[in-house]
């Protein structure tokens, strides 16, 4: 009959097709995922609860939604050390605008966006303007965005939040919960921003050749602060969720957040060297980190192991992307090609 295939085609097809798939950057790491996922469902009647499966993805909703903005810092060639603090100070000023200025929610929540946008653009001021090293001045500048938090608060906690502003972190709409839908979004427009626009176009030129972006006449300065701006706006926006997740605002909030958010973006294929990176690898990482931090709870292990896996895991990923860049092989590491 017409129209009707071969085995012998119709194998070679599902051969191309299973190979085009693997050709993303993003396949491994899936892969991975999926794996450690089925593994995980099927020893474990706990991890496959669904309550569980639901306080997996808010643990990682909120790592995600920092992880988008220093994806995009890493994909530019540099990176923002200072997330966390900005992520509390954001939290803890949202907290207080409310508590001691007497604005409501939404207005106390933007207000929160809004120094987290002025802390981005500060950042991304004195890594384009003054050109100080990313790294060195985004550790300077959380330094000084955590004092700041520490200042305005004097260390002490806020509690009785209202609805109002614990909606992103607890809210639902229907039976799904706010923060998981608001992840989605962040990362299908962070995708689309990434790959579908000059903007995203013109941050992948700079990490991948800087010298070249400035020769074509790119205006690398004000893209370098728009992806700080962006940056901060998205910690500040993670500072805000995880406040309505906790329901208490603590002027500690957000120091845990930087070393999570960082392997997310390494783990799901983003090249420290710039250039390259993807939000839909940098959730994949994300929920890869979550899964393992939930299994040594639901296994009962020893819950300090947390810091160790997360290593390791960012070690694979290191040693992983190497493998793929050509600049790590066996002959290198059993010293044959010395």
Same mark, same amino acid.
């Given at each position: 009959?017409? +129209? %009707?295939?071969?085995?012998?085609?119709?194998? !070679?097809? /599902?051969?191309? $097709?299973?190979?085009?798939?693997?050709?993303?950057? !993003?396949?491994?790491?899936?892969?991975?995922?999926?794996?450690?996922?089925?593994?995980?469902?099927?020893?474990?009647?706990?991890?496959?609860?669904?309550?569980?499966? /639901?306080?997996?993805?808010?643990? #990682?909703?909120?790592?995600?939604?920092?992880?988008?903005?220093?994806?995009?810092?890493?994909?530019?060639?540099?990176?923002?050390?200072?997330?966390? @603090?900005?992520?509390?100070?954001?939290?803890?000023?949202?907290?207080?605008?409310?508590?001691?200025?007497?604005? @409501?929610?939404?207005?106390?929540?933007? +207000?929160?966006?809004?120094?987290?946008?002025?802390?981005?653009?500060?950042?991304?001021?004195?890594?384009?303007?003054?050109?100080?090293?990313?790294?060195?001045?985004?550790?300077?500048?959380?330094?000084?965005?955590? =004092? *700041?938090?520490?200042?305005?608060?004097?260390?002490?906690?806020?509690?009785?939040?209202?609805?109002?502003?614990?909606?992103?972190?607890?809210?639902?709409?229907?039976?799904?919960? *706010? &923060?998981?839908?608001?992840?989605?979004?962040?990362?299908?427009?962070?995708?689309?921003?990434? /790959?579908?626009?000059?903007?995203?176009?013109?941050?992948?030129? #700079? =990490?991948?050749?800087?010298?070249?972006?400035?020769?074509?006449?790119?205006?690398?300065?004000?893209?370098?602060?728009?992806?700080?701006?962006? @940056?901060?706006?998205?910690?500040?926006?993670?500072?805000?969720?995880? &406040?309505?997740?906790?329901?208490?605002?603590?002027?500690?909030?957000?120091? =845990?957040?930087?070393?999570?958010? *960082?392997?997310?973006?390494?783990?799901?294929?983003?090249?420290? /060297?710039?250039?390259?990176?993807?939000?839909?690898?940098?959730?994949?990482?994300?929920?890869?980190?979550?899964?393992? $931090?939930?299994?040594?709870?639901?296994?009962?292990?020893?819950?300090?192991?947390?810091?160790?896996?997360?290593?390791?895991?960012?070690?694979?990923?290191?040693?992983?992307?190497?493998?793929?860049?050509? !600049?790590? %092989?066996?002959?290198?590491?059993?010293?044959?090609?010395?």
């Amino acid at each position: 009959m017409r +129209g %009707t295939q071969s085995p012998t085609t119709l194998h !070679e097809a /599902t051969r191309a $097709r299973i190979r085009e798939m693997l050709a993303y950057r !993003e396949s491994g790491v899936f892969l991975a995922l999926v794996v450690f996922f089925a593994i995980m469902y099927a020893v474990s009647p706990i991890f496959r609860a669904p309550f569980n499966l /639901t306080t997996i993805l808010r643990q #990682i909703s909120v790592t995600s939604i920092v992880a988008m903005g220093q994806t995009l810092v890493i994909v530019s060639g540099a990176f923002d050390l200072s997330q966390g @603090s900005i992520a509390g100070l954001a939290a803890m000023s949202t907290a207080k605008l409310w508590h001691n200025l007497g604005f @409501s929610p939404p207005l106390a929540i933007a +207000g929160g966006l809004g120094i987290g946008v002025l802390c981005g653009f500060l950042n991304g001021v004195l890594a384009a303007r003054f050109r100080l090293h990313p790294i060195v001045m985004t550790l300077a500048t959380g330094a000084v965005f955590l =004092g *700041v938090n520490f200042y305005i608060t004097r260390g002490e906690s806020i509690i009785g939040l209202p609805d109002g502003l614990t909606w992103l972190g607890k809210g639902r709409i229907g039976s799904v919960p *706010v &923060l998981i839908i608001l992840m989605f979004i962040v990362a299908l427009l962070m995708h689309i921003l990434l /790959t579908r626009t000059l903007f995203g176009l013109r941050v992948r030129m #700079i =990490g991948g050749n800087l010298k070249a972006s400035q020769d074509v006449g790119m205006n690398v300065e004000r893209i370098r602060i728009g992806i700080f701006t962006l @940056s901060g706006f998205l910690s500040a926006l993670g500072g805000i969720v995880l &406040l309505g997740r906790v329901g208490t605002a603590i002027p500690q909030i957000g120091q =845990g957040l930087l070393f999570p958010v *960082v392997t997310a973006a390494i783990v799901g294929g983003t090249l420290l /060297t710039g250039g390259v990176g993807s939000m839909a690898g940098t959730l994949i990482g994300a929920a890869i980190m979550g899964i393992a $931090r939930n299994s040594l709870v639901v296994l009962q292990l020893n819950i300090y192991l947390q810091d160790i896996v997360q290593g390791l895991l960012v070690v694979v990923a290191l040693l992983i992307d190497q493998f793929r860049r050509g !600049e790590l %092989t066996w002959r290198i590491i059993f010293g044959k090609d010395r």
